[in-house]
């Protein structure tokens, strides 16, 4: 089982729809969550941070479930500027278990 | 404010050649990460150094050596490049170990022939 675990879409949405996407977490003792952009042949760029209590910034609301070990991102209405990659990303294990690990993204894109 | 600099952008090389990949960024962060990403396999930790004079191994250190040079800069070497090496690299800092965003560089496309 991968460590963080994305379907990888594509996600196809018109402009103003809501598109949500999950991500399930395999190391319980994870701390750390974050959702990241990429765009095409582009490097990855930290969109938001995942708090306990759940945050939002703009149209974006990220959530975690630490029970179901399982975070998300709700991104409402949709722009043509979100098409991107998202990727999730938590602390996983090794011998330094504060390393990242990430999620192969989510596909999303928003059609006008 | 340039960031994570990485260079080259785009390398060729033929299978068995060398080469170092460079990257240096300028926001005072104390760790360092190199990251390869393919399709179907999302990025894949490399080398880290959690603070200038450490390194440690990450997912996939086979076939590759890093050197931390100073907080600065973190270079990752190929010493006989195969083609299961062809990838895009990045390079990464975060002002602590493990649990802070990262920052990325832009990239290096890597293809061995």
């Known amino acids: 089982r991968k460590e963080v675990e994305q379907d990888p879409g594509p996600f196809n949405v018109p402009e103003g729809a809501t598109v949500a996407f999950n991500c399930t977490y395999s190391n319980s003792a994870s701390q750390s969550f974050f959702w990241y952009r990429q765009d095409c042949r582009k490097e990855p760029k930290l969109l938001m941070s995942v708090y306990s209590s759940g945050n939002e910034d703009g149209r974006f609301t990220a959530q975690l479930n630490r029970a179901s070990q399982y975070i998300s991102l709700l991104i409402r209405d949709s722009k043509l500027s979100d098409s991107a990659t998202y990727l999730c990303?938590?602390?996983?294990?090794?011998?330094?278990?504060?390393?990242?690990?990430f999620g192969t993204g989510t596909l999303l894109a928003v059609q006008p | 404010n340039a960031g994570v600099t990485q260079t080259p952008k785009f390398q060729v090389l033929k299978t068995g050649q060398s080469m170092t990949l460079q990257c240096a960024q300028d926001?005072?962060?104390?760790?360092m990460y190199w990251y390869r990403q393919d399709p179907g396999m999302g990025l894949r930790l490399i080398y880290y150094s959690a603070s200038e004079g450490t390194t440690d191994k990450g997912e996939v250190p086979n076939g590759y050596n890093v050197s931390r040079l100073n907080k600065r800069e973190f270079s990752l070497r190929l010493e006989s490049a195969a083609p299961s090496q062809t990838s895009v690299y990045f390079c990464?800092?975060?002002?602590?170990?493990?649990?802070?965003?990262?920052?990325f560089g832009n990239g290096t496309r890597l293809t061995v022939t």
């Open positions: 926001m005072n962060h104390n760790s």
């Open positions: 990303v938590a602390t996983g294990y090794g011998g330094a278990t504060n390393k990242l690990i």
């Open positions: 990464a800092s975060s002002p602590a170990r493990g649990d802070s965003p990262l920052h």
